[in-house]
């Protein structure tokens, strides 16, 4: 009886994910009825929240592929009540990367959660461990761009279109970014368990510092050019106007003067 119980509170939804599902639900809301006096506060509060309900789920989808995996430890660690207080790096996880979208404006990778390798049997379980979490990434942008792809815009609200391809853009440019075959980030972490022990053993001194490596080399024009190309190469994919997005990302920054063709 202890078991199951301890079980179920291992499980159960976070108060605080809660909170901020519901900033998400009444702010999307306010942007969908224009309720707000300025909408741009609106869209930073909603973009933002859900933004972090994304961060969220990511890391919710490492733990639970990891305790379908074998370890069963992840319950314990908190993992799987949606808590991002709960996670390993709290501040790589959540305030880096909202930090990173006010500032820049791209979905930046977050910290991880402890899996307790062990208990893991067969490379398989660990590739998919690791890519569960840009995979939420990339459900997260199908969803945010359905309405585009799907020819759906009748009804939708130009500022809520804007917020939604916002935040479109913060999920595709997480999901490249954490897919990159980097140390540190999840890419390496599904190509790792097909490698040689010896290329591990060489390439794990650098495993720490490969998250800044690529934050550093974003930052080089060349390297920047080509990642926001691709960027836009795929959201041009999914529907989405580069003016939506440009617009989105100027309303988010709400105390920025914004373009008269942003206008709303």
């Not at 869209?43 to 961060?55: E, G, H, K, Y």
């Amino acid at each position: 009886m202890s078991t199951t119980t301890s079980r179920h509170d291992e499980r159960r939804i976070s108060p605080v994910f809660l909170a901020i599902l519901a900033v998400m639900a009444v702010t999307g809301w306010a942007v969908w009825t224009d309720f707000a006096a300025s909408p741009g506060l609106a869209v930073f509060l909603f973009v933002t929240s859900a933004w972090i309900v994304s961060l969220c789920l990511h890391e919710y989808a490492h733990a639970r592929t990891a305790l379908h995996g074998g370890d069963i430890t992840v319950g314990a660690r908190g993992y799987l009540t949606l808590n991002p207080l709960a996670y390993t790096h709290a501040v790589l996880s959540i305030i880096l990367p909202v930090l990173f979208v006010i500032m820049g404006g791209i979905g930046l990778p977050g910290g991880a959660v402890f899996i307790d390798q062990a208990r893991i049997r067969g490379r398989w379980k660990h590739s998919l461990i690791s890519a569960a979490g840009p995979l939420t990434n990339v459900l997260f942008a199908v969803v945010c761009t359905a309405p585009f792809w799907l020819g759906a815009l009748d009804g939708v609200p130009v500022v809520f279109r804007y917020a939604l391809a916002f935040l479109a853009f913060l999920q595709v440019t997480a999901a490249l970014l954490n897919f990159l075959p980097v140390p540190g980030l999840d890419g390496y972490g599904v190509i790792e368990p097909w490698l040689s022990y010896r290329i591990k053993r060489q390439i794990e001194p650098y495993a720490p510092y490969g998250f800044f490596v690529v934050i550093a080399l974003l930052f080089v024009p060349a390297v920047n050019g080509a990642f926001f190309d691709a960027i836009d190469a795929l959201m041009r994919a999914l529907g989405v106007p580069e003016l939506s997005r440009y617009c989105g990302s100027n309303l988010y920054r709400f105390w920025q003067d914004q373009p008269e063709f942003c206008a709303v």
